[in-house]
Each structure stands twice: as structure tokens, then as C-alpha cells.
DNA sequence: GTCTATAAGAAGATAGAC
DNA sequence: GTCTATCTTCTTATAGAC
């Protein structure tokens, strides 16, 4: 009863690195399997279908959001720190979204043009981030909490996008060192 | 010899279409072919591989981002006049940009992830606009025109798909305002 | 739970008639 | 040039033995 659980677990670690690297259309069921040295069957007794895999890897993703949300929450009272923190992830990735992009954006603009409800679970994730710098702004007394929230996420995509299709780690670089120049500039009460 | 060059341009200009409405994994020949009432074996007369016609989508992409900006620099000899047109550009596509993304932007996202010549095939659309920001900036007397262009292709590409991730046109046109402020703070000599 | 075997279909691509 | 027919490979998914 436990054993099911660990090679589920396998299989969505494993769906979530390749979907990643390779991304989701590019992703063949027996790629994720031969990965962790299963079979095609095999995996489909834990997951009937692609789709439901998919599923599984983004509230896995979606679980790692919210967690390192709320330990941000606890190591940051103070909001501009919680707003570099958030910066500092982006950072912290560096080169894997020189090389395969920001996973949150990436999947969403690959699964925007396929069915809806794929589009609105991928969709979560950002809103899971908005949402929590909503708040951040909220508490610096902001009015326009979510037109500020989504400022910043566009910038942080613009920049890794830009940095993936140039696999440029200093544009990258150089597009946070601006954000955090703007989150510098921010009124606070 | 003429009909040869037509059908060739109907395939390419379906092609176009559909690859940024649907993703280019997910169009297959055959919805190219039925698109404008072809076969998929006369399809293959006049383009050996898909690849071969990705290849001749982004050319023809190419040559409009050519076409384009060579119009710009004709009807906009001042410098921030020539950057407010490139955000116009943005904002006129702002329903498509919306529904599926920034044709530029997505493509590179999707073929990133495939082989490296289609992946730099799809990043001379991005030089294509790098090069000629470089160049309206260093018009402007900016030392630093190759990151003041990038930042701007970065801006626009953030809004684009934060636009696109939502389904929301203000969003768009908010962080374009967002974008015109920067270009009038920008110095000119 | 995990395997082998296989179905069922779609995709890219080729051959040959017209 | 355009069609029909076919090939081959890959993909998702299922059935059934162990």
C-alpha cells in the first residue's frame, strides 16, 4: 500500500523533469517509464491516461508553489524582502530556464492552445504566485495590489523568456537587477 | 510555373495560421493540407518534410518582420516615434496576442525544446527586432542600445504572455502604457 | 503491482497513376 | 502538379498472464 505510492511518486518526478526539458507534446508515455525503468503498462495502472498524468505533475508543481510561498511567509515579515525573495527564485534557477525556460511559462503557453481545462489548470500556478504578491502589496498599502502583482510577474517572464531564447544567463541577470531596482522604488506606509 | 508558386504560398500562408493557433506539434500535415483543400501527398510535392515547411513559415515570417520595420523607418524618422510604432505593433494584435500569444514569442518557446537549427531558426524573428532596437537606440545616443533593446523585447514579450495566460486584453494594454512611460523617461540627445 | 503482448489509430513520408 | 494508395513508425491505451 505504500509501494504504489512511491512509484507514483516516481512516475510524477519523472513526468515533471522530462514535460520540463522536453515539454509535454515532446513527451512520449514510454520516455517517462523507460526513465525510471518501468513499462509502458505499468505506468498506465497508476495513471489511465497522458492527461491525468499531466495533471498530477502541475498539483505537484502547484504543491511546491505553495509551500515555498509559506516558508517565504515565515522567514520574511517584512513585503519588499518577500517581493526579493521571489526575485531571488527566479535567480536561483538561472540555468535551467537558459535552458529549458521558465516551467510555469513554458507549460502554460504549450498548453494554452490545447483543450481548456489543461489551460486553466496550468493557469493555477501563476495564480498561485499572483495571488500571494497580491498580498505582499496589499500590505505595503497599495491600492492597485493586482495591477502591480501582474507588473511583476510580466516583467519576470519577459525576462526569462529572453534569456531562454538567447541562452543568455547575463540578460537574465540584468532584467532581475531592474526588477529589484523597481521594487526598490516602491512606496511603503 | 506560376500555379506552382501559388500553391506553394497558399500552403505556406495555412501553415502560418495554423502553427500559431495550434502549436506547431500539434498541427499535423494533414490539417495543413485540408485547410486549403489539398492532399497530404501533394503537399509533399512542394515541401519534402514539415520541417522543410516550418523552415518556409518563418521565413515568410522573416521577410513581413523585414518588410515592416523597413516601412517604420520610412514613415518615423524620429527615433521614439520609430519605438512607440513597435508597441503599437503589440497592441494592433492584441485580440490574436490574447487567444494564442505572440506568434514570435511561442514559436521559440515550442521549438526551443526540438533541435538546435529550428530553435535558431526561430530566433532571427527575435534579432530581426533586436537589431533594429539596437539601432533606434543607438540613434538616440544610448551607449547601452543592445540592453536597452533587449529590455524592451522583454517587456513586450512578459506582457504578451501574461496577456495570453489570461485571456486579458487590459492587461495588455496596461503594461504597454507601462512601456510608452519608459520610452518618454528615455534620454535623447 | 508489474510484466508481455497487442490493439487501434495518427503521423510523416514515399510510390506511382493520371 | 495533384491525386490515391501504401508504408513505416510512433503513440496512447488495453487485455491478460504472473
Redesign the pocket.
Known amino acids: 500500500?505504500e509501494?504504489?505510492?512511491?512509484?507514483q511518486d516516481r512516475i510524477v518526478t519523472a513526468a515533471t523533469q522530462l514535460f520540463y526539458t522536453q515539454g509535454y507534446n515532446?513527451?512520449?508515455?514510454?520516455?517517462i517509464?523507460s526513465e525510471i525503468?518501468?513499462?509502458?503498462?505499468?505506468l498506465?495502472?497508476?495513471f489511465?491516461?497522458?492527461?491525468?498524468l499531466l495533471e498530477a505533475v502541475i498539483n505537484h508543481r502547484l504543491h511546491y508553489i505553495t509551500d515555498s510561498l509559506e516558508q517565504w511567509d515565515k522567514e520574511f515579515p517584512e513585503p519588499k524582502a518577500r517581493l526579493k525573495r521571489f526575485v531571488k527564485m527566479v535567480l536561483n534557477q538561472e540555468s535551467e530556464i537558459m535552458r529549458y525556460g521558465c516551467p510555469m511559462g513554458s507549460l502554460n503557453v504549450e498548453l494554452g492552445k490545447c483543450q481548456d481545462s489543461l489551460r486553466n489548470k496550468a493557469r493555477a500556478m501563476f495564480d498561485e504566485f499572483a495571488n500571494w504578491l497580491e498580498k505582499v502589496f496589499k500590505q505595503m498599502g497599495h491600492k492597485d495590489s493586482k495591477t502591480l502583482s501582474k507588473h511583476l510577474l510580466s516583467m519576470a517572464q519577459g525576462a526569462a523568456l529572453m534569456s531562454y531564447v538567447y541562452a543568455d544567463g547575463k540578460l537574465l541577470k540584468r532584467e532581475l537587477k531592474e526588477i529589484e531596482k523597481w521594487i526598490d522604488s516602491l512606496a511603503q506606509k
Chains 1, 2 share one sequence.
Do not use: L, P
Open positions: 500500500m509501494k504504489g505510492k512511491i512509484s515532446q513527451t512520449s508515455v514510454s520516455d517509464a525503468g518501468i513499462t509502458k503498462g505499468n498506465h495502472y497508476h489511465r491516461s497522458k492527461d491525468e
